[in-house]
């Protein structure tokens, strides 16, 4: 029987939820889900990426791909690094060139099918795309930095199912009404509001941090 549990592991955060992990402004996570290990964002040290990789024994042969939110350094920077050691297929919101690599790099201009339960949302506002894993008629929704808005990034999901969860940087995210309805919210590396959500949605609410491993 397939396994259809979601892993995913926060490697790269602005605060260290594993005190023996380095935190650093920036974001990657690492996602487990129907075989398939996909390095979504790549933080903005290579050495940090790297190193938290080791300490959290995630080999970097075992990534199968890498999905990239957005192209601001905090989230690009160990790309080219870790590509030297493991030249996947990467999935981004623009075409560009990593320079000295010969990487294969798509982009996903609208809702698009990347793997089985996985997806893009597709570039938003022609800035970011979030992930998207299906799970049952629900989707869970990874996010960088969501400058389209989490209402944007929530319309382009919806085909997918209902919204369940919700992990990423959220920026200055306020309209709260909206994540009132989901399982559990995650807010990580550039969120303003991180304890207003916290007061908020206590029972939803899922502490981030590099070395965060969350189960659905």
């Known amino acids: 029987m397939e396994n259809t549990k ?15 992990l380095v935190s650093d402004w920036g974001f990657a996570c690492l996602i487990n889900v129907s075989g398939k290990s996909i390095l979504f964002d790549t933080g903005a040290n290579p050495d940090i990426l790297l190193a938290n990789m080791k300490d ?3 080999d970097p042969s075992s990534v199968d791909d890498i999905f990239i939110s957005h ?6 920077g160990g790309l080219a690094t870790f590509l030297t050691a493991n030249p996947v297929p990467v999935y981004s919101p ?5 320079p000295g690599q010969k990487a294969q790099v798509s982009t996903c201009k609208k809702l698009q099918k990347i793997h089985e339960r996985i997806w893009s949302t597709g570039i938003l506002d ?8 299906e799970q049952d008629g629900q989707v869970t929704v990874v996010a960088g930095c969501s400058h389209p808005g989490i209402e944007k990034i929530f319309n382009a ?14 920026h ?5 009404e909206l994540i009132k309805d989901i399982d559990w ?8 509001y991180i304890n207003k959500i916290r007061s908020l949605c206590p029972d939803k609410f899922i502490e981030g941090g590099a070395g965060k491993v969350i189960v659905l």
Do not use: M
Not at 172 to 176: A, D, R, S
């Open 157 to 170: 999901a919806r085909p997918l199912g209902k919204i369940s969860a919700l992990i990423g940087g959220l």
């Open 185 to 192: 919210v995650c807010p990580t590396h550039c969120t303003q």
């Open 6 to 20: 979601i892993t995913i592991t926060i490697i790269y955060d602005n605060t260290a939820w594993d005190k023996n």
């Open 126 to 133: 022609n800035t970011e795309q979030s992930l998207l894993i």
């Open 56 to 58: 959290l024994k995630i």
């Open 94 to 98: 623009v075409d560009f060139e990593i």
């Open 172 to 176: 200055g995210f306020h309209h709260f």
């Open 71 to 76: 192209h601001h350094w905090d989230h690009t």
